[in-house]
Each structure stands twice: as structure tokens, then as C-alpha cells.
């Protein structure tokens, strides 16, 4: 999925200042993941990577926010059971036309991964199950690392594990209430939307692979109430670099 080469061109062209390869020099107080894709850029060719694995891999662009003094990291997963069907195309591409290898492990814990794995996330209830444990070792790093973190306000709010929104925060994990409607949307881009709109007093940046993140900000733009600084930053090749394309989402 993503933006026709020929669309980033008009934006580049149409929107100079906003779309573009420059980061604006701002502090950005809330980064918003779109963690589906990072899911399947983890894995092992001979699946003997372990839970613990699984969140090294994820937790340290969070403490690397945490530490230069960033406030609040949202974390969004698709729910399967909410994602539209017009997805089903996208999944068919992703996975493959031809039925995935059988499940050997289903076990999700730091000691053990499901097995194998690009099976264990095709399967809508491991999928769900692998989501809830990054959850659940988000919050024990945090609980870990908060201590060193400059902001006593510092949390992660994570959407995607079932009927609930968590907030891991100096006072441990507790749901969000406030926002359970939330958890009918499905389809991680518009989860993105949605929590772009909760700041709209906040320097934000969204995180993202694809770049069909910007039209779909851009649509909601003439309803929002945002008054300051929305950047969308597209993730490199290697998730290893640490290097952002700083993408300012114009109003129509």
C-alpha cells in the first residue's frame, strides 16, 4: 500500500513547504506508531527468536523518546475482527494468495514465539494474542526504564489489544475508558487519525511505513480542531536508522 509515485510528486510540487525531505526543527511532545508493519519486519528465518526478543526489537525508539524528554507515545495495532473488509485484498497480497504453513507453537511468552511466524500473525487470534504481550512488556520496560525518563508525565498509550485502551504511566497500567469507542475502529491507519485528533495542542508526529497515511490526515483536516504542528514521518528501509522524512499534512 501506498501513495502512486506520480501523487508524491504533486504533493512535493503542490505543498513545497509542508511535503518535503526536512524535518522541522520543533520538539515533538507526541509520536504516533502505526506498529502493524513492524510486526513483520521482525522475524526469524529458523523461528528461534523469543519473546523477549520481540520487544527489544520494539521498546527502543520509545525509550529513546522517553529519554530526550517526549511526553506520550501511542501505539496502534489493527484489531482483526474491526479491520473493513476491502483489507482482505491488502492481507491477500501481505500473506500470500496460498494458505499459510500450519501453526507449530501458538505460545506467546518471553521464553517462546509462535511458530512459524508469518503463520502465527496471518492467524487473526495469535495475532491478537502477540499484540496483548508487546502490551504487557511495554509495560514492564517502562516500569523498568521510567526512573531515568526527564518527564514525570511520560506514558504510552496503546490501542489494538482487545475491548480496551491501555496507558502505561508512572502509575502503572490502567484502561482508558474514556476513548473504548475507539476500539471499534480496526484498520491501523485510521487508529492513527483517531489519536492525532486526542493532541491537537501538541507538536505530534505520526510514524508510518506507507504513505496513504497522508491523504487519509489530509481528508480529515477540514474537520479537525489541530492548531499546531502534524508531521509524518515515513519509516527507512532499515528500521535500524533512526532517520525520518519530515512530511507536513497540508489542508486540501
Given at each position: 500500500?501506498?501513495?502512486?509515485?506520480d501523487?508524491k510528486k504533486h504533493?512535493?510540487?503542490r505543498?513545497p513547504?509542508?511535503?518535503?525531505d526536512?524535518?522541522?526543527?520543533?520538539?515533538?511532545?507526541?509520536?504516533?506508531?502505526?506498529?502493524?508493519?513492524s510486526?513483520?519486519?521482525?522475524?526469524?528465518?529458523?523461528d528461534?527468536?523469543?519473546?523477549?526478543?520481540?520487544?527489544?526489537?520494539?521498546?527502543?525508539?520509545?525509550?529513546?523518546?522517553f529519554?530526550?524528554?517526549?511526553?506520550?507515545?501511542?501505539v496502534?495495532?489493527?484489531?482483526?475482527e474491526?479491520?473493513p473488509?476491502?483489507?482482505a485484498?491488502?492481507?491477500?497480497?501481505?500473506y500470500?494468495s496460498?494458505a499459510?504453513?500450519?501453526l507449530t507453537?501458538?505460545e506467546?511468552?518471553?521464553?517462546?514465539?509462535?511458530?512459524p511466524?508469518?503463520?502465527?500473525l496471518?492467524?487473526?487470534?495469535?495475532r491478537?494474542?502477540v499484540?496483548?504481550?508487546i502490551?504487557?512488556?511495554?509495560?514492564?520496560?517502562?516500569?523498568?526504564r521510567k526512573?531515568?525518563?526527564?518527564?514525570?508525565?511520560?506514558h504510552i498509550i496503546?490501542?489494538?489489544?482487545?475491548d480496551s485502551?491501555?496507558?502505561?504511566?508512572f502509575?502503572?497500567?490502567?484502561?482508558?475508558p474514556?476513548h473504548?469507542?475507539?476500539?471499534?475502529?480496526g484498520?491501523?491507519?485510521?487508529s492513527?487519525?483517531?489519536?492525532?485528533q486526542?493532541f491537537?495542542?501538541?507538536?505530534v508526529v505520526v510514524?508510518?511505513?506507507?504513505?496513504d497515511?497522508?491523504?487519509?490526515?489530509m481528508?480529515?483536516?477540514?474537520?479537525?480542531?489541530?492548531i499546531?504542528?502534524l508531521c509524518?514521518a515515513?519509516?527507512?528501509?532499515?528500521?535500524?536508522?533512526?532517520?525520518?522524512?519530515?512530511?507536513r499534512?497540508?489542508t486540501?
Amino acid at each position: 500500500m501506498g501513495l502512486h509515485p506520480d501523487v508524491k510528486k504533486h504533493l512535493r510540487e503542490r505543498f513545497p513547504q509542508c511535503v518535503n525531505d526536512a524535518a522541522p526543527d520543533i520538539a515533538t511532545e507526541v509520536i504516533v506508531w502505526d506498529a502493524m508493519w513492524s510486526l513483520f519486519k521482525f522475524h526469524s528465518d529458523d523461528d528461534t527468536k523469543c519473546g523477549e526478543d520481540l520487544i527489544d526489537f520494539l521498546w527502543w525508539p520509545l525509550e529513546r523518546f522517553f529519554l530526550a524528554g517526549g511526553n506520550t507515545y501511542v501505539v496502534c495495532f489493527d484489531i482483526p475482527e474491526h479491520v473493513p473488509n476491502a483489507k482482505a485484498e491488502e492481507h491477500a497480497k501481505r500473506y500470500g494468495s496460498a494458505a499459510p504453513e500450519p501453526l507449530t507453537s501458538t505460545e506467546c511468552s518471553y521464553e517462546k514465539l509462535p511458530a512459524p511466524w508469518r503463520s502465527a500473525l496471518a492467524n487473526r487470534r495469535v495475532r491478537a494474542q502477540v499484540c496483548t504481550f508487546i502490551a504487557e512488556g511495554f509495560a514492564q520496560r517502562f516500569e523498568k526504564r521510567k526512573s531515568t525518563f526527564p518527564k514525570s508525565t511520560a506514558h504510552i498509550i496503546v490501542h489494538g489489544t482487545g475491548d480496551s485502551i491501555k496507558k502505561v504511566s508512572f502509575l502503572g497500567c490502567r484502561d482508558m475508558p474514556e476513548h473504548n469507542a475507539a476500539c471499534q475502529i480496526g484498520e491501523g491507519d485510521l487508529s492513527v487519525a483517531y489519536w492525532v485528533q486526542q493532541f491537537h495542542d501538541s507538536n505530534v508526529v505520526v510514524r508510518v511505513l506507507d504513505s496513504d497515511q497522508v491523504p487519509i490526515l489530509m481528508l480529515r483536516a477540514p474537520h479537525s480542531t489541530k492548531i499546531t504542528t502534524l508531521c509524518v514521518a515515513r519509516e527507512p528501509q532499515e528500521f535500524a536508522q533512526a532517520y525520518y522524512l519530515g512530511v507536513r499534512v497540508p489542508t486540501p
